[in-house]
């Protein structure tokens, strides 16, 4: 075969001949000869060098990484499992088998190499067909980093297509991005984003996947093992496939090692003859992969990304932020406090009560900041629901099944479930309501046993006992749970303005029946929300409450200490007004005044048999054995609803505020009843217990005389 080649005007000219010809050889490796000057025109300088300056500061998708507050790995969120590796931190040994594979005279062409191109030119002109590509390692990089970049199909499509015009392109970036990068620059780049089988994309998560170890630590049979799968990860699979075709790879890499002297000829020889090795591992993905100790963790982490989906600062929409936890390269520690969590999972039998229907729950919050100290259910997180039992709801059909022992269902809030109804905790609204509309503690009533309300269209309610009428004040209203004193105070302040307290304390509303009672035209006629006939989470609950404790400063609720970048800076996003703030920090806001909050505080200490600074409790409440549980000062609400079909109780210190629930979640008609009443009482009193043993007792701050009254 002569080593010159006719050109179009029947003179020959050298093959090696470098610019157009090598672009036109390039296209013609795979493509038949049409058109090239035409495609290399549309592919022109100003495309190129824009293109090339992206590829220079792009970096490939990385991995997300979940840690709990004490450091501990709990999932990572990927579709490329990968972690970028500087050079420093991969063994020379691996640099060097790359190459060796790969591209051998990487160190000499300048991002093609035209004797690359004539050994393929010659070799798929005499098999008829492609076998030997012309690709150095600049234009494998090249292809790889756009189609990595791409953020549409069409751009993913241009970045692989089987094309001349691809061909070309790639041609001319990789031309311009070696004069923007060093060698060294372009080769860790590249093995940051091969594509080396199991999903595993870069050498980081090759040498992990495989060999169990960091690319620091490969040996050069390990290196040359990985090197020798780039080329086709299915075909040289030493886990799944033939190795025989595995060790094969590896030992024509071994020789083209010692060709280049890399090895010595006598360790390439040792190497040939060892045995294939592999130690595999399984990287964790997501929530369902949260280690079998830290279970109860999944819940918590499935909260972190529908928190993290409704972030704007990770993109315009829910797809766009899901993407940037999958390819951003986040480190996030979650806000759940160790010491809170094991509290809350003792205390609602997180690991030994999974096999009752009734689902009972509790969040804890911290007030002031919004973070969230734990989440717990007694559910096991799992994605495997087959040995559940058929589903308790006569309408869920009966293949559907039960939501226990196993379910990933967000049951504590964060999610799109609806909640449960809240009951009487929802009397806190009015309250704060009517305090901050100027009504003092001391508003009096005669509440009777059965009340008719001419606001509410003569709609009738009454009370749960009749040890509950009489003259009552905010104090004792709120420590008996007195609904008819409830009622006639949401009457004095108007529904509108308990509803909008409500949604100013995060409370949203999920169902249509709620959102129609929500709305401007008809909200005023809710007399029933102050009984708490709404759905609502326990997320949702002892988030509104740390805001009382907090003097009436609401911070949205958040599950993470922190958000740092690829690069080690914390993750920010720009607010309204143009401001630059960090992701993981506290999102406040006044709500309330203080006193006004204070004032609601004094009330709330009734309910837990804790005694006010102001008022009187009128003698007896119904949760009173708290106080002498928790040890120290605590308000908070208890919450039933017709016939007990679910129990709630939400209390507070200055510290934690704490709510919990009982309901069967499949079935809301499946009644707990008052022998289980009690069960969120003991939850919420024994995880504040526990969780705040050996810390210093803080006091609330007492009401002003103003908010008192006489």
């Given at each position: ?586 999102r406040c806001r006044q709500v309330v005044s203080a006193d006004t909050a204070r004032a609601a505080t004094d009330a709330a200490r009734c309910p837990t048999g804790d005694t006010p600074a102001r008022g009187s409790c009128g003698g007896w409440s119904t949760a009173d054995s708290v106080r002498g549980t928790v040890g120290r000062p605590v308000a908070g609400k208890t919450g039933t609803t017709d016939s007990t079909r679910s129990a709630w109780f939400v209390a507070y210190t200055p510290e934690l505020a704490a709510a919990s629930f009982i309901s069967d979640p499949d079935n809301p008609f499946n009644a707990v009843g008052d022998g289980q009443s ?33």
């Amino acid at each position: 075969m002569s080593n010159r080649l006719l050109n179009s005007a029947g003179r020959w000219v050298p093959l090696l001949r470098a610019g157009l010809i090598a672009g036109i050889i390039v296209a013609a490796v795979a493509y038949p000869l049409v058109a090239v000057a035409g495609i290399s025109a549309k592919a022109g300088a100003d495309f190129s060098e824009h293109k090339a300056d992206l590829l220079r500061t792009a970096l490939p998708a990385e991995t997300s990484y979940l840690y709990a507050a004490d450091g501990t790995l709990l999932t990572m969120f990927y579709e490329e499992y990968r972690q970028y590796a500087t050079l420093a931190q991969i063994a020379p040994s691996m640099q060097q088998a790359m190459v060796a594979a790969e591209d051998s005279r990487f160190y000499q062409h300048r991002g093609v190499d035209p004797k690359g191109v004539a050994r393929a030119f010659v070799a798929n002109s005499q098999s008829g067909g492609v076998s030997q590509g012309a690709s150095t390692i600049t234009m494998q990089y090249v292809r790889m980093a756009l189609r990595d970049s791409a953020t549409t199909p069409r751009e993913v499509q241009e970045a692989t297509a089987q094309t001349s015009l691809r061909k070309v392109r790639e041609m001319r970036l990789a031309l311009d991005v070696e004069k923007r990068m060093s060698k060294e620059q372009i080769l860790e780049r590249y093995l940051n984003s091969a594509y080396f089988g199991h999903r595993a994309y870069g050498i980081y998560a090759a040498a992990q996947i495989f060999f169990s170890k960091k690319p620091k630590d490969l040996t050069p049979v390990e290196s040359a093992t990985l090197a020798g799968l780039v080329k086709s990860p299915s075909e040289y699979d030493p886990v799944t496939s033939d190795q025989q075709e595995a060790i094969g790879r590896r030992n024509y890499v071994l020789d083209r090692m010692g060709q280049l002297g890399y090895l010595s000829p006598d360790v390439a020889a040792r190497a040939r003859t060892e045995p294939l090795r592999i130690d595999q591992s399984d990287p964790r993905n997501d929530c369902a992969s949260v280690p079998a100790k830290h279970n109860a963790l999944g819940f918590a982490c499935d909260y972190l990304k529908n928190w993290w989906s409704a972030q704007a600062a990770f993109g315009e929409n829910r797809m766009e932020r899901v993407d940037q936890l999958r390819r951003g390269g986040y480190r996030i520690v979650l806000s759940i406090d160790p010491k809170t969590q094991a509290a809350a999972e003792k205390n609602v039998g997180a690991k030994e009560a999974t096999g009752s229907p009734f689902a009972n729950g509790i969040v804890v919050s911290e007030p002031g900041t919004g973070r969230v100290k734990a989440m717990a259910v007694n559910r096991t997180y799992s994605l495997d629901t087959s040995e559940n039992g058929p589903n308790g709801n006569p309408e869920a059909g009966p293949k559907s099944k039960a939501n226990y022992p196993n379910t990933v269902l967000p049951l504590l809030g964060g999610g799109d479930l609806a909640g449960y109804q809240a009951g009487s905790t929802f009397k806190m609204f009015p309250m704060l309501a009517a305090l901050e509309a100027g009504m003092p503690l001391s508003s009096t009533f005669n509440a009777p046993h059965r009340y008719q309300s001419k606001v509410y269209d003569n709609w009738v309610m009454s009370n749960a006992s009749g040890a509950m009428t009489g003259t009552q004040t905010m104090w004792s209203g709120f420590g008996k749970s007195v609904n008819t004193y409830f009622v006639w105070l949401e009457e004095q302040v108007g529904a509108e303005r308990a509803v909008r307290m409500a949604e100013q304390l995060g409370l949203r509303w999920r169902t249509d029946v709620d959102r129609r009672q929500a709305a401007p035209e008809r909200v005023n006629k809710w007399g029933a929300f102050t009984l708490g006939v709404s759905d609502a989470t326990p997320l949702e609950l002892a988030n509104a409450y740390a805001a009382v404790s907090a003097d009436g400063r609401y911070c949205e609720a958040i599950p993470v200490l922190s958000i740092t970048t690829r690069d080690g800076a914390p993750a920010t996003y720009r607010t309204a007004s143009g401001l630059q703030r960090e992701v993981a920090k506290p999102r406040c806001r006044q709500v309330v005044s203080a006193d006004t909050a204070r004032a609601a505080t004094d009330a709330a200490r009734c309910p837990t048999g804790d005694t006010p600074a102001r008022g009187s409790c009128g003698g007896w409440s119904t949760a009173d054995s708290v106080r002498g549980t928790v040890g120290r000062p605590v308000a908070g609400k208890t919450g039933t609803t017709d016939s007990t079909r679910s129990a709630w109780f939400v209390a507070y210190t200055p510290e934690l505020a704490a709510a919990s629930f009982i309901s069967d979640p499949d079935n809301p008609f499946n009644a707990v009843g008052d022998g289980q009443s009690q069960t969120p009482v003991q939850a919420v009193a024994n995880t504040l217990r526990d969780a705040l043993k050996d810390q210093p007792k803080r006091d609330f701050t007492p009401p002003s005389d103003r908010i008192v009254g006489g």
